[in-house]
């Protein structure tokens, strides 16, 4: 049994092209190709970490609770951070 909970990155298999790159960049081999998609082969490996998100080229993969604003920053913290409107 695991306490640890934490989401995972999520796979478009559509998109995926089975590059094999999220699975070259991921520190913890927490993914593994088969049958020429990307899988998350080791669960409780992942630490959540974004690169495979950061790397894959077809946007094929991410993380499913991360909210993307426009101007593409980070968005790991909470959306109410300072949002000041001066103009
Ligand atoms: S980097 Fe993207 S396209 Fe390449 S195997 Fe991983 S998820 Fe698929
Ligand atoms: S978020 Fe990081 S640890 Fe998890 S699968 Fe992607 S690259 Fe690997």
Redesign the pocket.
């Given at each position: 049994m695991t306490t640890k909970h934490h989401p995972?990155?999520v796979i478009d298999t559509q998109r995926c092209t089975g590059c094999g790159i999220?699975v070259a960049?991921?520190?913890?081999k927490?993914?593994a190709l088969h049958n020429e998609r990307a899988v998350?082969a080791h669960p409780d490996?992942?630490?959540?970490?974004?690169?495979?998100?950061i790397n894959c080229p077809e946007q094929a993969?991410g993380?499913p609770f991360r909210v993307v604003f426009a101007t593409g920053t980070d968005t790991t913290k909470p959306a109410h951070d300072s949002d000041e409107t001066t103009h």
């Open positions: 995972l990155p999220c960049g991921c520190p913890t927490t993914i998350i490996a992942c630490t959540f970490c974004e690169l495979c998100e993969i993380r």
